[in-house]
């Protein structure tokens, strides 16, 4: 069965002109595109996003990154995404990330991952639905 998941395109990806290569790599996976857009997060919607690290010592670093540029987040469409889109971008740390792997090849620290994937499809539903109205996600299916 199909499953959707919500990746962002994060600002260090953007501002290192990656969001072509990236989002190649993760077509030529065979994910499909439901819904994205070009945004910019502000620090409270970037603190609110990652609300769930919000007692992690990181947490103020990962907001202050999240909300310094331009993002692209989107909601993919494949069988097993969600999983399967996190093999396909690797550890959250590059320098552990498995070579093939998008974090491998773009990413340049733990923070500065280039790239987000949900962690489960409930997270994923969420997340989507962070970014992106009902009628949007609805409306793109097919
Ligand atoms: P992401 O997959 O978006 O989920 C949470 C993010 O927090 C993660 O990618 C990284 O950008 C960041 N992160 C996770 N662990 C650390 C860490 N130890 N130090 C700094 N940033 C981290």
Redesign the pocket.
């Known amino acids: 069965m199909k499953e959707r998941t919500l990746a962002?395109l994060?600002p260090d990806c953007i501002k290192a002109g990656f969001a072509g290569k990236v989002l190649d790599r993760i077509l030529q996976a065979g994910f499909e595109l439901v819904a994205m857009k070009l945004t910019k997060m502000d620090v409270k919607t970037a603190g609110a996003f990652?609300a769930v690290?919000k007692e992690?010592?990181?947490y103020g670093?990962?907001v202050e990154?999240m909300s310094s540029g331009r993002c692209v987040p989107m909601v993919l469409e494949k069988e097993n995404a969600v999983e399967d889109f996190r093999k396909l971008i690797g550890a959250?740390?590059p320098a552990e990330a498995a070579e093939g792997t998008i974090r491998k090849e773009f990413a340049s620290?733990?923070?500065?991952?280039i790239v987000?994937?949900s962690d489960s499809p409930e997270n994923a539903k969420l997340e989507a639905a962070f970014f992106f109205s009902e009628a949007e996600l609805i409306q793109n299916k097919n």
């Open positions: 962002i994060k990652y690290h992690r010592h990181f670093e990962l990154f959250t740390d620290s733990k923070q500065n991952n987000h994937g």
